[in-house]
Antibody
Framework: EVQLVESGGGLVQPGGSLRLSCAASGFTFSSYWMHWVRQAPGKGLVWVSR????????SYADSVKGRFTISRDNAKNTLYLQMNSLRAEDTAVYYC????????????WGQGTLVTVSS | QSALTQPASVSGSPGQSITISCTGTSSDVGNYNLVSWYQQHPDKAPKLMIYEGSKRPSGVSNRFSGSKSGNTASLTISGLQAEDEADYYC??????????FGTGTKVTVL
């Protein structure tokens, strides 16, 4: 069974940093591109970032470029999102999601982890 | 990277059909046949309902169908059921490794 489990969320002050993790199981993690998607409280889904199979290629939404870094450890079957210079508007539930081989859609999602940026 | 435009809400009675539109630009929806649709119930993770414009994943009811014309994609739910009440989001590949979601539509079953 495919499982994606996010962790690392919590309360952080503006300007602070946080690292999210997404532990993958039930599939060959190194064979799939992975993404982060976020959802502010009561708001819609927003695509954040994606990473290719070996981590050599990444993309970011303009709103997080230069502040967030996506990475992966295929030996640990884990996806990461390092978030720096956090702002109040980064407050959201962060989901990791898998893209199937050759696809451009998200076939499995984690349950999400809440990040709250507040003083 | 502007969000795709969806109606805020759509409603219908049980058994009826409803259609949700998703309007983008020639850089995203109009340029790729790579629109996907997601259903999200309250406090739940999104669920894939349609991919590549009109394909249904295994296990998704055939009451859900997708289409595209120009810069606008559409999701149709036929034979509306109570469990279809949820938020729905479209998403399109926008080139250069970028993606964009729609603004979301709340579906209410009357």
């Amino acid at each position: 069974e495919v499982q994606l489990v996010e962790s690392g969320g919590g309360l952080v002050q503006p300007g602070g940093s946080l690292r999210l993790s997404c532990a993958a199981s039930g599939f060959t993690f190194s064979s799939y591109w992975m993404h982060w998607v976020r959802q502010a409280p009561g708001k819609g889904l927003v695509w954040v970032s994606r990473i290719n199979l070996d981590g050599s290629s990444t993309s970011y939404a303009d709103s997080v470029k230069g502040r967030f870094t996506i990475s992966r450890d295929n030996a640990k079957n884990t996806l990461y999102l390092q978030m720096n210079s956090l702002r109040a508007e980064d407050t959201a539930v962060y989901y990791c999601a898998r893209v199937p081989v050759g696809g451009y859609h998200f076939d499995y999602w984690g349950q999400g982890t809440l990040v709250t940026v507040s003083s | 990277q502007s969000a795709l435009t969806q109606p805020a809400s759509v409603s219908g009675s049980p058994g009826q059909s409803i259609t949700i539109s998703c309007t983008g630009t020639s850089s995203d929806v109009g340029n790729y046949n790579l629109v996907s649709w997601y259903q999200q119930h309250p406090d739940k993770a999104p669920k894939l309902m349609i991919y590549e414009g009109s394909k249904r994943p295994s296990g998704v009811s055939n009451r859900f169908s997708g289409s595209k014309s120009g810069n606008t994609a559409s999701l149709t739910i036929s034979g509306l059921q109570a469990e279809d009440e949820a938020d729905y989001y479209c998403c399109s590949y926008a080139g250069s490794g970028l993606y964009v979601f729609g603004t979301g539509t709340k579906v209410t079953v009357l």
